[in-house]
């Protein structure tokens, strides 16, 4: 049993190691190369993988569910309510539009206004999967092309469940089996028709009071323990849930996930779910990719290939120029709106649940499903494709009027500043960013710090700042500076160097615990390094020379002249660190300097700087009078 089961896992995970690389390499994206590698291992080629493919892709379909939660992670209510117009106005339109045309045009071939709608309305979704990937990996998703495009898949998303409510109503023969009310409605099915709308509200409305009130006390106490795994436990307990319940009311699990992870998005722990929740979801996703491409039946491509190539030129001009004329309608330009409408003219993952669900239901016949399935599977296949061709020969003739990223109401620009550690240290540097209106993301994994300063009206987002993972999903790509400000060393320094070799771009400040830390920051690669207790300390060096009858001007410039050569000796130290003998020796001339370099200021250079210390102290006065 664990020899077929592992034997099973290297025939999928070999599959990806070799196609994906292979893929992106080519330009072709690694949502391809996952269906190829699917393909290729699948009962048609190689043979690798039998019927138990399809129980792996049941499986698989979780990675769809954990995709919808990150989409809602990404999405705060206040934006979500931003979007209104781009996803019930363009997304909207878009299924209803779509539906219409493929649905007529298999009710005018003959198929029964059910399946004619039925068929319509599952051909209209797009694959997410792909498009979002597309987006991230060639950087379009800050474009206004990529911004509809995501909001038409949002609101095709949240289609799938209402089509799902649908489907059982629309079964041949004019009634509903028992198998179609188990299949929509869960274990509910005997339940009155009010009262199964009461059980729907309830767990609708029990995963958002849950997700506002709830949770975050219970990510707190988690977090309080300390347990990176523990907080992946809770995050993946939550999600099955969620999970679970959906299916009892009869609804999508990608509902259920997308609402949670939308409830969540102003939480403090939205990030560190994001970097728990992304490994899961791109190993799940492959696994599904995989999966579907394994399922492509070869006999029906073989057995019908004019007939497979004609409906997949049907689907895809279709949706093309569906697309187009709401693109036009919604003041794309052209550049934009024929982006738009690459992206987004292929079939969506989605169409292989709600095909089968339709078959369950009576409302599609098994050999149309199946054939539909494969022309879904080619679709998405042959994106990567067109997207290749739009960049090739389509957007080179317009590149004067490609809209470069811009703000608007999809989505805020990420602050560009990362502030990881929010203690006694972080915040001072903080509040002077933010008093010049500088805005920060702020990083801490003391969940007790987090809720005191959330107090105080501070939103810190929980996490580990030390993993990269963590970064990434708070926006390092394209912020402009870190401030590693933890109290870790040796977490600290991991930082600095996986900061500089994944996000080259970003300057880094860190706080070095001692001179001996601050070497190894400075190895590491940090730009700029600031001592924890050296200002502080230079601070109190000068009032102690006050007290001790020194006047303002002369104990101040001991202090920069100490202070300056502290620094240029911190640099020349580090040139001989590591070396015990020579370090000590160049230690001991370095304090002979310094004794030499304060005994040398002669009164004339001390009275002149006096003179030019209290000419700057009355222009301050003169500036930010008492009072």
Known sequence: MYSELFSQALVYLLAAVLAVPLAKRLGLGSALGYLLAGVVIGPFVLGLIGPEGQDVMHFAEFGVVLMLFLVGLELEPEVLWRMRVPILGLGGSQVIISASVIGGAAWYFGLPWQTATAIGLILALSSTAIVLQTLNEKSWTGTRAGRAGFAVLLFQDIAVIPILALLPFLALEGAVSTTAVDAAHGAQAGLAGWLRGLVVLGVVLAIVISGRFLMRPVFHWIAS??????????????????????????????????????????????????????????????????????????????????????????????KFFVLLMLGKLFKLNLADNLMFAFLLAQGGEFAFLLFSFATQNRVVSSEISNLLNVVVVLTMMLTPLLIIAYEKWVRPRFTDCVSPPEDDEIAAEPNPVIVAGYGRFGQIVSRMLSADGIQTTLLDHDSSQIELTARFGNKVFYGDASRLQLLQAAGAEEAKLLVIAIDERDKAVQMVTAAKKFFPHLQILARAYDRSHNYRLMEAGADVITRETFGSALIMGEEALKLLGYDDARAYRLMRSFKKHDEEGLSKLYEVWGDDHAYGLQVRQSIEQLEKVLKDDSEESVEDFRQAWQQMRGAEKRRFPEG
Do not use: C
């Not at 979801?281 to 029906?300: C, E, M, N, Q, T």
């Open 225 to 318: 323990t300390r347990s990176l795994e523990l907080f992946i436990a809770t995050a993946l307990t939550l999600i099955v849930g969620i999970t679970l319940a959906m299916e009892y009311v009869g609804l999508s699990p990608a509902l259920g996930t997308f609402l949670a992870g939308v409830v969540l998005a102003e939480s403090e722990f939205k990030h560190e779910l994001e970097s728990n929740i992304e490994p899961f979801k791109g190993l799940l996703l492959g696994l599904f990719f995989i999966s579907v491409g394994a399922s492509l039946d070869f006999g029906i491509v073989v057995g019908q290939p004019a007939l497979v190539l004609m409906l997949m030129a049907a689907l895809i001009l279709s």
